[in-house]
């Protein structure tokens, strides 16, 4: 695409952004919950759906903390656009408090950010990692939603943020690769914990079928843990201006609003916001809502 045109469908995807609400419900509350975003396949868009679900989570009303758990290859801060002075290798060796290590991003959101030199990963415990989870369980008032990304695969770091979690995010690729190990991941949940909850989120499909697809795969493939509940959170398509933003070091559901990627989180974003909030009784939300529906439109 020539440059001119290109900078011309930027400003009008910027545009579109004024008719997004950005500001949350001052009266919305909500009960604390602890969701560990993971994947079975490494590179499929945690970290890219961590960071733009909650920013888009924020203007629903929520108050949204991303925990940056992939230890050792942090880059929640990156795709932020923060420098943050200290992290959580500060909390664990003592020199500081969480809270005096949690920084504000774009949107109001809250990030506990991790050490980008590999210096956590030796010292992390499972005493550590339940500790800290403990701590953010004491700020209810920081954040009603906390999103704690993970690495790909199943290391034992991974693994008991899972079991520490109130539900588990799990994103999968259409690539059978990706599947398959998500088909992993339920497998040890199923062994490890009672009741998990396991929700699916399929990026970078082609289409809705292609998705559904995938849907239909990982139920058939799943349905023998009985004591997984397993549901589906929805799907995100291919975008190429999920990578524009993440060089630009901007969340895209920012950057570019009524771009593909961003109205599927949105979406998913809604779908999240109403599992908890009764639209019925809360006019302020069901207004945003309503909004919210139209521009998807
Ligand atoms: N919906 C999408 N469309 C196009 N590209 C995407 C999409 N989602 C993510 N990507 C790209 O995929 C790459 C990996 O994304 P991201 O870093 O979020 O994955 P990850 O699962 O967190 O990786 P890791 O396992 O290494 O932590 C990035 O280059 C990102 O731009
Ligand atoms: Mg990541």
Not at 23 to 30: L, N, R
Not at 139 to 146: G, K, Q, R, Y
Not at 260 to 277: D, G, I, L
Request: no cysteine.
């Amino acid at each position: 695409m020539p440059d001119q045109a290109r900078t011309a469908r930027d400003m009008k995807e910027r545009e579109a952004a004024v008719a997004v609400p950005h500001a949350a419900p001052e009266s919305a509350e909500f009960p604390q919950k602890i969701i560990a975003i993971t994947s079975g396949k490494g590179g499929v868009g945690k970290s890219n759906i961590a960071v733009n679900l909650g920013v888009s989570l924020t203007r629903f009303g929520h108050r949204v903390l991303l925990v940056d758990a992939d230890m050792g290859l942090a880059n929640l801060d990156m795709l932020l656009g923060l420098t943050p002075k200290y992290n959580l290798y500060h909390v664990l060796s003592g020199k500081k408090r969480i809270e005096d290590v949690i920084i504000s991003g774009p949107s109001g959101i809250k990030l506990l950010p991790t050490s980008s030199n590999g210096l956590l990963s030796p010292d992390m415990t499972n005493e550590k990692r339940a500790e800290i989870v403990r701590r953010i369980r004491g700020f209810s008032d920081i954040a009603d939603t906390v999103f704690v990304d993970t690495g790909g695969g199943i290391t034992d770091n991974i693994l008991e943020f899972l079991l520490l979690a109130d539900e588990v995010i799990l994103v999968t690729t259409p690539e059978p690769t990706s599947i398959m190990d998500s088909y992993g991941i339920i497998r040890v949940l199923a062994r490890e914990k009672e009741n998990s909850r396991v929700r699916l989120l399929i990026n970078m499909a082609e289409d809705q079928a292609d998705a559904q697809h995938v849907s239909a795969t990982m139920k058939m493939i799943t349905k023998q843990f009985f004591n997984v509940t397993f549901d589906e959170l929805g799907w995100i398509g291919y975008d190429t201006h999920v990578s524009k933003a993440v060089r630009q070091q901007q969340p895209f559901v920012l950057l570019y609003p009524s771009s593909r990627a961003s109205r599927a989180v949105t979406r998913v974003a809604m779908k999240m916001a109403n599992y908890e909030v009764d639209i019925v009784t809360e006019p302020g939300l069901a207004g945003l809502v309503r909004r919210m529906i139209s521009f998807l439109k």
